[in-house]
């Protein structure tokens, strides 16, 4: 009896020993080996533990695996990092990972398009601070990414983008070297766009190759102070825009009327579109001198938002006192209704008026 009993006691000591050491290793021994590499290229730090790789600075988001005890890496944010870097680590060992996050310091090569890319079979969120080496003419988006985006990119965006599985697709600001695709093939995954336009490429995709487009947004660098800058035209985005249903404008400039670039908001390119919401941020647009105001009657009859913001030429200009006028709703209530909001204006005589009120 008392054999049995130092038995169970040494099989007790073992399973023990046995948890210890899952717990400290909870990672897969290839997932930690990358995400040292890149703690250390980021951080020029040594790592030692799990709670060390999956805690510092936010870096490495580490969930538990469904049904274990082990852990694996379901999130990268390189945001924050210390040290110029390209990263050249193989990223594919992270098979569980949801969101990639690269930072301004942090370089994603043509190679890793090439590679680690296509095999990150659960991504689904990826965003790039710049984007400053070339994709490859061939490579495979995962399956579940749903959004890219990139803050800056200096290279020509390559159309497999625009191929793929993506829902929500932004650009938000183009430097020298970007151009847009040229484009074909209609992709119905498309819902969401953010475009930039300026005297580098002002020619963006016909819209008509995106049927299930609802929210489409363009960001205008119109600041003449710049390196390089030409007055450019934005006739390119005069398309068809029937299903879309929230519009965006965003213009960047330093506030100076002097060194703006200003494009009239004409009547013809509003009469497009039969939207939910439209916003405008920012100075760049001025009223269409052919009509003195801005009439939205064509829009949701549903109920339409409208949100001006520093756009002041807009209402300013206006050549008769009911500069605004709204759509007529078929149904009034709490859930159907026009809403204006405008701000960093002083405009004692605008009135806007509803046709239904």
């Given amino acids: 009896m008392k054999y049995i009993k130092l038995i169970l006691i040494f099989i007790c000591l073992f399973l023990n020993y046995k948890s210890i ?15 040292k590499s890149i703690l250390k290229s980021l951080y020029n730090i040594e790592t030692n533990n799990f709670e060390e790789v999956c805690d510092y600075n936010g870096c490495f988001r580490c969930s538990k695996l469904s049904g274990s005890i082990s852990y694996t890496v379901t999130s ?12 050249t680590q193989n990223l594919s060992v992270f098979q ?5 996050i690269i930072g301004e310091k942090v370089e994603l090569p043509t190679s890793f398009f090439n590679g680690s890319f296509s ?17 490859p003419d061939k ?81 205008i660098y119109n600041e003449k102070f710049q390196p390089g800058y030409k007055n450019f035209s934005i006739d390119s985005i ?36 039969k939207l939910e919401s439209l916003i405008l941020n920012g100075i760049g647009f001025t009223v269409d001198s052919s009509i003195g105001y801005l009439n939205f009657s064509m829009m949701s ?11 002041c030429d807009l ?12 759509p007529t709703l078929t149904n009034p209530s709490q859930h159907s209704f026009n809403n204006i909001r405008i701000t960093g204006c002083i405009t004692p005589s605008l009135t806007p008026i509803p046709i239904n009120s």
């Avoid at 899952?22 to 995400?35: F, G, M, Q, W």
């Avoid at 569980?96 to 990639?100: F, G, I, P, R, V």
């Avoid at 993506?166 to 119905?188: A, Q, R």
């Avoid at 209402?315 to 709204?326: A, D």
Wanted: contains cysteine.
């Fill in 76 to 87: 990268i944010n390189m945001q924050n990092s210390l040290n110029n870097f390209v990263v």
């Fill in 96 to 100: 569980n990972l949801n969101q990639l």
């Fill in 139 to 219: 490579f495979v988006i995962p399956n579940e990414l749903f959004y890219a985006i990139f803050n800056t990119i200096s290279v020509p965006l390559s159309p497999i983008w625009f191929d793929a599985n993506i829902n929500s697709l932004y650009v938000v600001k183009t430097l020298p070297g970007f151009k847009y695709p040229n484009l074909t093939n209609k992709t119905s995954k498309v819902g969401a766009l953010i475009l930039t336009v300026n005297h580098i490429d002002s020619n963006v995709p016909s819209m008509n190759l995106f049927p299930n487009l609802r929210s489409l947004t363009f960001n």
């Fill in 301 to 311: 009859e549903g109920g339409f938002k409208l949100i001006i913001n520093g756009g």
């Fill in 119 to 135: 095999k990150l079979n659960t991504l689904q969120y990826l965003e790039i601070s710049n984007q400053k080496q070339p994709f």
């Fill in 315 to 326: 209402v300013n200009e206006c050549k008769v006192s009911n500069c605004i006028v709204m």
């Fill in 21 to 35: 050491g899952a717990v400290e290793k909870p990672l897969s021994n290839s997932e930690t080996i990358v995400a």
């Fill in 238 to 273: 005069n398309q068809d825009y029937k299903r879309v249903k929230g519009l965006g404008f965003n213009f960047f400039n330093s506030g100076n009327d002097a060194t703006i670039q200003k494009f009239t908001l004409k009547q013809s390119f509003i009469s497009k579109f």
